[in-house]
């Protein structure tokens, strides 16, 4: 951010919160709980067995919902996709989605919904991450699957995320534009109270950035309401080399320098107050796959750290942003990257192995006791 777009007082505020004197609170003069800006991604659908069935491992589901109660966590991001509700065209089947939701409300816990996974009978390309074939008819499969996701949770669900990473999809910003614009009116039509977030965007932060800029331009010369009322990004701490910080104080820096970043980018769009969430973000507890700020460069220790301290730090001044550590459990699906961000160790087969001591600390943070 240029100095001379920035007003006095805009500055020092700036320059406060980059020195972390001041928190969301301060900046919005309201008192914001930290527990209703914090949250935990659950994988849910990775556990989902091929017939779409819980069966046995619904008391998985509801231990995890559980844990996250226990430890005074409040938001939760997960999702059943659509290949998974509708496998076959007509034939619905909402055990999975049922167990969930109803999991989530037993234990208090307040969801953010992925709406995505192309059904592959309605797929381009055949995967779930192709386009829908019928994207350009508002009567087509993709917007009658949001409208009755909508309508059976309409009552325990009020935001839902078009989409993950639709910018590492196998489609382009284009339809991908029109996508959102289809999910949008199908839920308004079922909840005019909902709230639409955008699909999380993956990769790189100026990368995420570009994207972002295009596809609201895109959207803005269709003319109409903007399809989404907020802003949604993904921010690995993992990157912070990548762009430039190193050493002491760069995972801090990087998340500050990450969050001005945003900021710019949604006010030169235009977008005014639009809050920007952050539906990803993680720390290893293994050292080989830690950044070399000596901070956070000690093993699990360090994972500790990164949660005591920059949980907080990425929602700092900014009251209405909700920020997922991402995720419960260790994620295997990137080729063991992400095996050792779990707040809990797992296998590949989503067995709890035990608890790290990382989860302690965000029970800590919340101030709530065993």
Known sequence: MTLRRVGISQLAALLAMLSGRISAAEKSGKDVEIREQLGV????????????????????????????ENAGVKWTRVAILWEEIEAKRGQWNWEAADKVVHSAKEHHLNILWIVGGTALWDSTDKDWDGAPKDIGDPHGAFPQFVQKLVERYKSEIQYWEVRNEPNLDKFPVETYAAYLEQAYHAIKREDPKAHVVLGGLGGKVPQELGYFKKLVNILKAKGGPMPFEIANFHVYPNQAAEEGFKGADAVGKFIDWSSMRIDKEIAELGLGTMPAWITEFDYPAEAKHQTDDPEFHAGEASQVN????????????????????????????????????????????????????SLAALRELFKRKD
């Open 41 to 68: 991604m659950l994988q849910l659908d990775n556990m989902l067995p091929e017939s779409h069935v819980w069966g046995h491992l619904a008391k998985d589901v509801d231990e995890q919902f559980e844990i996250l």
């Open 306 to 357: 990164f949660v005591k301290a920059m949980f907080t730090r990425m929602a700092a001044g900014h009251p209405e942003r909700k920020v997922f550590y991402a995720s419960l459990l260790d994620d295997f699906n990137s080729g063991g990257e992400f095996k050792s961000t779990g707040l809990i160790e797992s296998d590949k087969d989503h067995h709890i192995l035990k608890h790290r001591e």
